[in-house]
């Protein structure tokens, strides 16, 4: 594993964190390092080789106020539609429910690079990015 500042607790409940895609008979949840084949259909579909699900809440994983976490949903949202036109809500939720689910965005067509920087800006720890492949990782920013 990289060197990084994210304590490895942290780190875990990331890696445990379920990626919810989408809402309704389209939802399908994300996992770190399984291979989805539904986000593979979404390739397939829209002509992309990768993903980036991330969300503007809770910079740094502090808890931040609600209407701080929309403004900054919205401002990301904004953002990613200005890279792609393949935007999906989602939201990242504690399978232990300790911690509640934060508003995301799955985006496809946006490559590693482009999703590290996005990571930072909006202070993220990490975001969960997939190649071709469709295995979700995470990309540690800090």
């Given at each position: 594993?990289?060197?990084?500042?994210?304590?490895?607790?942290?780190?875990?409940?990331?890696?445990?964190?379920?990626?919810?895609?989408?809402?309704?008979?389209?939802?399908?949840?994300?996992?770190?390092?399984?291979?989805?084949?539904?986000?593979?259909?979404?390739?397939?579909?829209?002509?992309?080789?990768?993903?980036?699900?991330?969300?503007?809440?809770?910079?740094?994983?502090a808890a931040r106020a609600l209407a701080d976490n929309k403004a900054a949903h919205h401002r990301l949202g904004a953002a990613l539609h200005r890279l792609s036109t393949h935007v999906i809500e989602g939201a990242?939720?504690?399978?232990?429910?300790?911690?509640?689910?934060?508003?995301?965005?799955?985006?496809?067509?946006?490559?590693?690079?482009?999703?590290?920087?996005?990571?930072?800006?909006?202070?993220?720890?990490?975001?969960?990015?997939?190649?071709?492949?469709?295995?979700?990782?995470?990309?540690?920013?800090?």
């Open positions: 594993m990289a060197v990084t500042l994210i304590p490895a607790a942290k780190i875990a409940a990331y890696e445990a964190t379920h990626y919810g895609v989408g809402s309704g008979s389209e939802a399908f949840t994300l996992h770190i390092g399984q291979s989805s084949p539904h986000l593979a259909a979404l390739y397939a579909a829209t002509g992309t080789n990768c993903a980036l699900f991330i969300t503007a809440w809770n910079p740094y994983g990242g939720a504690d399978p232990t429910g300790a911690w509640p689910p934060e508003q995301s965005f799955l985006a496809l067509g946006i490559d590693a690079e482009a999703g590290s920087r996005l990571g930072t800006e909006f202070e993220q720890d990490a975001v969960v990015w997939a190649g071709g492949d469709a295995v979700p990782g995470l990309l540690l920013l800090r």
